[in-house]
Antibody
């Protein structure tokens, strides 16, 4: 059974860089899936940050594109998110998720538990 | 970006009721529409994909319909475990976008 687990610092200073990792267990990151990051500010809705394929191909949300970097580490079976120049508006629960498709219909069928990142001095 | 608008934002219902949540896209998304359930402190859970396809393991009281810009999620015979927040999400293009959520509460 494939599971996802986020990890990383829970507190980041303003203007710093948020760095998170999502470990994939029970399966391989080298599949046809799109490995995805989604965030949710406290009490608010969901925002798609972007996705990465094991080949290294990425798609980022244009609203965050200038600050986002996603990478895949096949040797460690994990993928990562870096968000630079953070502000308090980046405070959120960050989820990693698996993008799956059924006949080209894409959806997020597997999610990590999420990790709360607070931006504060 | 495609804007997704859900209504209502909140809804009160009783166990056994039939409830419907609506999601409207700012442009046609054909049927590239997914529904998720989120309980407090938990990650979202996929319920429906491709507007009407039930995800494996999801009870049959959940159903989805619609095409183009207008979609609905229906729960027939509410159970206590169904009280949660529901989100729609389009997968027609990137960036993927979500509705703002509908909170289903116990009456």
């Amino acid at each position: 059974q494939v599971q996802l687990q986020e990890s990383g610092p829970g507190l980041v200073k303003p203007s710093g860089t948020l760095s998170l990792t999502c470990a994939v267990s029970g399966g391989s990151v080298s599949t046809t899936h799109w490995w995805t990051w989604v965030r949710q500010p406290p009490g608010k809705g969901l925002e798609w940050i972007g996705q990465i394929h094991y080949s290294g191909t990425t798609n980022y949300n244009p609203s965050l594109k200038s600050r986002v970097t996603m990478l895949v580490d096949k040797s460690k079976n994990q993928f990562s998110l870096k968000l630079s120049s953070v502000t308090v508006a980046d405070t959120a629960m960050y989820y990693c998720a698996r993008g799956e498709d059924d006949s080209a219909y894409w959806f997020f069928d597997l999610w990590g538990r999420g990790t709360l990142v607070t931006v504060s001095s | 970006d495609i804007q997704m608008t859900q209504s209502p934002s909140s809804l009160s219902a009783s166990v056994g009721d039939r409830v419907t949540i609506t999601c409207r896209a700012s442009q046609t998304i054909i049927n590239y529409l997914n529904w998720y359930q989120q309980k407090p402190g938990k990650a979202p859970k996929l319920l429906i994909y491709a507007a009407s396809s039930l995800q494996s393991g999801v009870p049959s009281r959940f159903s989805g319909s619609g095409s183009g810009t207008d979609f609905t999620l229906t729960i027939s015979g509410l159970q206590s475990e169904d009280f949660a927040t529901y989100f729609c999400q389009q997968s027609y293009n990137t960036p993927r976008t979500f509705g703002q959520g509908t909170k289903l509460e116990i009456k």
